[in-house]
């Protein structure tokens, strides 16, 4: 059993950063890839980044590269999404999930726990 909690969302001006945060109970969670999703209003929930059981690899999603970085910190058990160069359609609310399958899967399916989310509202 894992537990998500993200955090760090907030009200930001356009090309503003933010460094969200997803902290994880359980003993297992280093067996678990990680991803980020998020969703807009009136929007599909969409993957935007994930990273690897170690912490080594990383993938993004045309969305977000080049302004969002994901990190582990596998003995404490936390993800981290930095975001750079905000825009007002990143406004969402962003997810973290612990998946059982590729770093690179954006198959909500493969998601096995999912934290509650944290709203990010961009400005313009």
């Known amino acids: 059993q894992v537990q998500l909690v993200e955090s760090g969302g907030g009200l930001v001006q356009a090309g503003g950063s933010l460094r969200l945060s997803c902290a994880a109970s359980?003993?297992?969670?280093?067996?678990?890839?990680m991803g980020w999703f998020r969703q807009a209003p009136g929007r599909e929930r969409e993957f935007i980044a994930g990273i690897s059981r170690g912490g080594i690899n990383t993938y993004y999603t045309d969305y977000v590269k080049g302004r969002c970085t994901v990190s582990r910190d596998i003995p404490g058990n936390a993800v981290y999404l930095r975001m750079n160069s905000l825009e007002p359609e990143d406004t969402a609310v962003y997810y973290c999930?612990?998946?059982?399958?590729?770093?690179?899967?954006?198959?909500?399916?493969?998601?096995?726990?999912w934290g509650r989310g944290t709203q990010v509202t961009v400005s313009a």
């Open positions: 359980g003993r297992t969670f280093s067996t678990y890839a």
């Open positions: 999930a612990a998946s059982m399958g590729s770093y690179r899967s954006r198959e909500e399916s493969d998601c096995a726990y």
